[in-house]
């Protein structure tokens, strides 16, 4: 303390304040923190364990995998069975099905939903709330499936591309998400785009769609996964194999009901028996192959679109 002579006053030198101990900064909140963190890591072991395995049981010798010795690691390490799913000319063609399905699939989903979603966020729109109602309906009620089928047979696109892209061609969870995003986007811009002169196609396809890559990001890898893991559209509606999805090539497989094995065997030299064994692990990691190398590109849009079409304000 410094005394100063001015009226006796006593004023207190200057310094630093006391460090205030934040939240963040308390025992309590670190406890907190490393009680999420082992949580965290827990359950993604518990996550990717099937995962693991059954890469691991790819790998491994068909005896180690029925005697269930295999685990985290491969047990007796081939590639034999790799090579007899590769040389299955059936397999290639249900893959390149599936691509295909996935292809137009998405890219019908998305013009429809696009459009469909930004229509309906306008609230200018008469009738907007017959168009969400019908939507809507259709999320608690459908025909069923034998109506779906004499439907689809009656339109003659039984064993077709048609049965599987078209009936799932609109998610009513998808458009709700995208109509809302479209609600969020600020008006101003419309405006501004309606006194240049633009209508409302020029908007759609010159303002809105290059503003909501997040959200269209999101959505195709919304329904990229659901045509490419889609195997009961195919099963109710496709009877030859040549236009089966490599899903209900696998679905088969794991029901008995392919010759994968025996083909396999006669092409490497090896007994039916032991080659079905670990097969079904090569299939499964063939199959999911393509969705975990596509993720990883679309994963930071893949959060912030659906957080950007939950938040409204």
């Given at each position: 303390?410094?005394?100063?002579?001015?009226?006796?006053?006593?004023?207190?030198?200057?310094?630093?304040?006391?460090?205030?101990?934040?939240?963040?900064?308390?025992?309590?909140?670190?406890?907190?923190?490393?009680?999420?963190?082992?949580?965290?890591?827990?359950?993604?072991?518990?996550?990717?364990?099937?995962?693991?395995?059954?890469?691991?049981?790819?790998?491994?010798?068909?005896?180690?995998?029925?005697?269930?010795?295999?685990?985290f690691w491969p047990v007796g390490f081939n590639v034999d069975t790799y090579e007899a799913v590769a040389k299955n000319e059936m397999f290639w063609r249900n893959y390149r099905n599936t691509v295909v399905y996935t292809v137009v699939g998405t890219t019908i989903a998305m013009v429809l939903t696009t459009t469909y979603a930004f229509v309906i966020s306008k609230h200018h729109l008469r009738g907007r709330?017959?168009?969400?109602?019908?939507?809507?309906?259709?999320?608690?009620?459908?025909?069923?499936?034998?109506?779906?089928?004499?439907?689809?047979?009656?339109?003659?696109?039984?064993?077709?591309?048609?049965?599987?892209?078209?009936?799932?061609?609109?998610?009513?969870?998808?458009?709700?998400?995208?109509?809302?995003?479209?609600?969020?986007?600020?008006?101003?811009?419309?405006?501004?785009?309606?006194?240049?002169?633009?209508?409302?196609?020029?908007?759609?396809?010159?303002?809105?769609?290059?503003?909501?890559?997040?959200?269209?990001?999101?959505?195709?890898?919304?329904?990229?996964?659901?045509?490419?893991?889609?195997?009961?559209?195919?099963?109710?509606?496709?009877?030859?194999?040549?236009?089966?999805?490599?899903?209900?090539?696998?679905?088969?497989?794991?029901?008995?009901?392919?010759?994968?094995?025996?083909?396999?065997?006669?092409?490497?030299?090896?007994?039916?028996?032991?080659?079905?064994?670990?097969?079904?692990?090569?299939?499964?990691?063939?199959?999911?192959?393509?969705?975990?190398?596509?993720?990883?590109?679309?994963?930071?849009?893949?959060?912030?679109?659906?957080?950007?079409?939950?938040?409204?304000?």
């Amino acid at each position: 303390m410094v005394t100063t002579h001015d009226n006796d006053i006593i004023v207190p030198r200057a310094g630093r304040a006391p460090k205030s101990v934040g939240p963040r900064d308390s025992n309590a909140y670190k406890a907190f923190t490393v009680f999420n963190t082992v949580l965290l890591i827990v359950i993604c072991l518990i996550t990717l364990y099937p995962f693991i395995t059954v890469i691991a049981q790819s790998f491994s010798s068909p005896g180690a995998v029925k005697a269930g010795l295999v685990n985290f690691w491969p047990v007796g390490f081939n590639v034999d069975t790799y090579e007899a799913v590769a040389k299955n000319e059936m397999f290639w063609r249900n893959y390149r099905n599936t691509v295909v399905y996935t292809v137009v699939g998405t890219t019908i989903a998305m013009v429809l939903t696009t459009t469909y979603a930004f229509v309906i966020s306008k609230h200018h729109l008469r009738g907007r709330g017959i168009l969400i109602g019908l939507a809507v309906f259709t999320m608690f009620f459908n025909g069923g499936i034998i109506p779906n089928y004499v439907l689809i047979s009656n339109l003659g696109l039984k064993n077709t591309m048609w049965s599987v892209v078209l009936p799932g061609a609109i998610s009513v969870f998808n458009l709700l998400v995208m109509k809302s995003f479209f609600e969020n986007l600020p008006k101003e811009l419309e405006e501004a785009a309606q006194i240049d002169g633009l209508g409302w196609f020029g908007i759609f396809f010159r303002i809105v769609l290059p503003l909501s890559k997040a959200v269209l990001a999101t959505m195709i890898l919304f329904y990229a996964v659901q045509y490419w893991n889609d195997w009961f559209t195919a099963f109710l509606y496709i009877d030859q194999r040549e236009l089966f999805p490599v899903t209900l090539f696998l679905r088969n497989l794991i029901a008995g009901a392919s010759t994968t094995a025996s083909e396999g065997a006669a092409a490497t030299g090896m007994s039916t028996e032991a080659l079905s064994a670990n097969i079904e692990a090569v299939t499964m990691i063939l199959t999911i192959l393509p969705i975990l190398m596509v993720y990883p590109f679309v994963q930071r849009y893949f959060v912030s679109g659906v957080m950007l079409g939950s938040i409204k304000g």
